[in-house]
């Protein structure tokens, strides 16, 4: 997700992009920071809120308002 947010942001400045949770291991840990670093230069179009799972209503929420939602499995 890191090198599509990089491409993407600075090219389609209508585009929002939410990236959620938890870090699971070592490469998750290095996509928060990249994205964190990212996040900075678009924070009124992007956040990431890596610390905590989201389920429920929060969820449903989620993928009402997306037009497109990456959900990765392990």
């Known amino acids: 997700?890191?090198?599509a947010a990089a491409y993407f942001m600075p090219r389609h400045p209508k585009?929002?992009?939410v990236v959620v949770g938890p870090i699971g291991d070592a490469t998750g840990a290095?996509?928060?920071a990249k994205l964190g670093k990212l996040q900075q230069n678009f924070s009124s179009?992007?956040?990431c809120p890596v610390d905590h799972y989201?389920?429920?209503e929060e969820?449903?929420?989620i993928l009402?308002?997306?037009d497109f939602c990456l959900?990765?499995?392990r």
């Open 1 to 3: 997700p890191t090198q």
């Open 15 to 17: 585009l929002q992009l």
């Open 30 to 32: 290095a996509a928060v």
């Open 45 to 47: 179009r992007m956040h």
């Open 54 to 56: 989201v389920a429920g």
């Open 59 to 61: 969820k449903s929420l």
């Open 64 to 66: 009402k308002a997306t």
């Open 71 to 73: 959900v990765p499995s």
